[in-house]
Structure formats: C-alpha cells, structure tokens
C-alpha cells in the first residue's frame, strides 16, 4: 500500500538559514511525489511536483525537491528562508496514472525565528 | 479569479443537525474531491468524482453524501452531525491526465 512519512513533525530554523524537508514514500512503482504548503487558515498551495525525468525539480517561491529512487525520498530544500515560509509543509504522493487518490504525510510545521 | 472555492468558510452547529458545504472550480477540471483534515493536520481523501460520477468513496460513514450536479460543482451534504465530524474540509479538482490537484481554502467545521 502506498504510504508517505513525514519524519520531522516540527522544524524551527533562523530566517536566513538552509531548509531540509524530509519526505519518505512507499509504493511498488514509480510514484507521482508532491510538496504543497498550508499557511495558517489557508488552504494548501501546491509548491512543486515530480512525475518523471530531471530528479532536481524547481518549485516556486524558490523552492526545489529531489527525487531519490534509491532512498524512496523526496526532500525539500530552500536555500534561504524567508519569515514568510512559516508555515505546514505535506508531502504527498500519487500513483501512476492514476492520481484520483492523494496519499499525504502527516505534515511538517516550519516555524522561522528573525 | 478564484479557482476552487467552497462555501461557507467556517460553519459551527449543534451535533445531530444537518449541513451542507458547497465547492465549485472555474479552471474547467472534471475530476473533484473532498478530504478531511482532523485536528492533528492529517488529510486523507474522503470522496472523488470524474465527470459528475463517484469513483472513489473512502469508508466514510453514510451520513456523508456527496453530490456533483454538473462537473463545475461537488457539494457535501452531512446527516446527523456528531462531535467528531469536527475538522476542516478540503474541496480539491484536477483534469485526469494531468494529475495536479488544486484545492479550495477549506471549510472549518466545528460540531457543538
């Protein structure tokens, strides 16, 4: 069964610092992988995707993910953060061609210190 | 411009009421959804519908019913309200082929 794992439920960095958003999956085939990101009241805002082809994609808000097959991660990385990022972070994954159904993780909380 | 949309925004009512929330996308999908939130942030799918028909329904209790008038529209009717029905709502949509879900703003439902 296809299963996403959020190992960091809470991360606090320095704005101004380096992010790593850990992102685990399992499923048999090769997965459609997400990251959308949940400002507080809001609604989730999809920040990038990965369905084949480069492994490095680039998201907005300069955000990027890379796939990992070997590792079955998809980890987010901002080099800089920004105040503004503070925020719930989820991964999620679909399957192949048939992405009728979102599996998420449980979400990651980023809170930015000034 | 809104893409997805739901209505209302926060909805607070007594437990064994009956309710309604509403979604409506402009971005002109035919596949919608609507997922749970629970207070701990998880989200897990709850119903998803291509062109007006279900396709997926998550053992959810059948007090929760669904309904797709036109491909535009999946509205959320649920009986027989209880304490834990309490979460946020997520009305999403999506065109089968590009496999990309866009969500609403979300409902925030609390049961009294």
């Known amino acids: 069964a296809q299963s996403v794992t959020q190992p960091d439920i809470h991360i606090t960095v320095s704005e101004g610092a380096s992010l790593e958003l850990r992102c685990n999956y399992s499923?048999?085939?090769?997965?459609?992988l997400f990251w959308y990101v949940q400002s507080p009241g809001q609604g989730l805002q999809l920040l990038l995707k990965y369905f084949s082809g480069d492994t490095l994609v680039q998201g907005i808000k300069g955000f990027e993910a890379e796939f990992k097959r070997s590792q079955s991660s998809f980890n987010l990385r901002k080099p800089s953060v920004h105040w503004s990022d503070a925020a719930e972070y989820f991964c999620?994954?679909?399957?192949?061609?048939?992405?009728?159904?979102?599996?998420f993780g449980t979400g990651t909380r980023l809170q930015v210190f000034p | 411009d809104t893409a997805v949309s739901q209505t209302p925004k926060y909805l607070v009512t007594q437990m064994g009421n009956d309710k309604s929330i509403k979604c409506e996308q402009n971005?002109?999908?035919?596949?919608m959804y609507w997922y749970k939130q629970d207070s701990k942030k998880f989200l897990k799918i709850m119903f998803s519908y291509n062109n007006k028909e279900l396709i997926i329904n998550e053992t959810v209790p059948n007090r929760f019913s669904p309904k797709s008038p036109d491909k535009a529209h999946l509205n959320l009717h649920i009986n027989s309200l209880e304490l834990g029905d309490s979460a946020v709502y997520f009305c999403?949509?999506?065109?089968?082929?590009?496999?990309?879900?866009?969500f609403g703003p979300g409902t925030r439902l609390l049961v009294l």
């Open positions: 999403a949509s999506s065109l089968r082929g590009e496999e990309t879900q866009y």
């Open positions: 971005l002109g999908h035919d596949t």
């Open positions: 499923y048999g085939a090769t997965p459609y």
């Open positions: 999620a994954v679909g399957a192949l061609r048939n992405t009728d159904k979102l599996i």
